[in-house]
């Protein structure tokens, strides 16, 4: 049963940091293109960075670029979102989600990921 679980969220004032991990228990994490997507109140959920398998190609939505910065350790099962210079419009629930076809690159659609974690809330106050 493949499971991907989220950490790492939480209430942070604007400019603060977090870190969200997500633990997979993919067989095979190396084979699968990861990526983090998040969904704010009363929003749809929208894409936020994606990395390929080896981990050394990544893409951004332009709102978190320069201050977001999503990375993997392929040996621990384990995708990162590293988040900076928070903005209270960063508030939402985050997703991470695989992909096994790495095909269209940058992977930015919700239908190209195979499987979900269950989210994590991120909450930015001003």
């Known amino acids: 049963q493949v499971q991907l679980v989220e950490s790492g969220g939480g209430l942070v004032q604007a400019g603060g940091s977090l870190r969200l991990s997500c633990a997979a228990s993919l067989r095979t994490f190396s084979s699968y293109v990861m990526g983090w997507f998040r969904r704010a109140p009363g929003k749809e959920r929208e894409f936020v960075a994606v990395?390929?398998?080896?981990?050394?190609?990544?893409y951004y939505a332009d709102s978190v670029k320069g201050r977001f910065t999503i990375s993997r350790d392929n040996a621990k099962n384990t995708l990162y979102l590293q988040m900076n210079s928070l903005k209270p419009e960063d508030t939402a629930v985050y997703y991470c989600a695989a992909a096994s076809v790495g095909r269209n690159w940058p992977l930015m659609r919700i239908y190209q990921y195979d499987y979900w974690g269950q989210g994590t809330q991120v909450t930015v106050s001003s």
């Open positions: 990395i390929n398998r080896s981990g050394g190609n990544t």
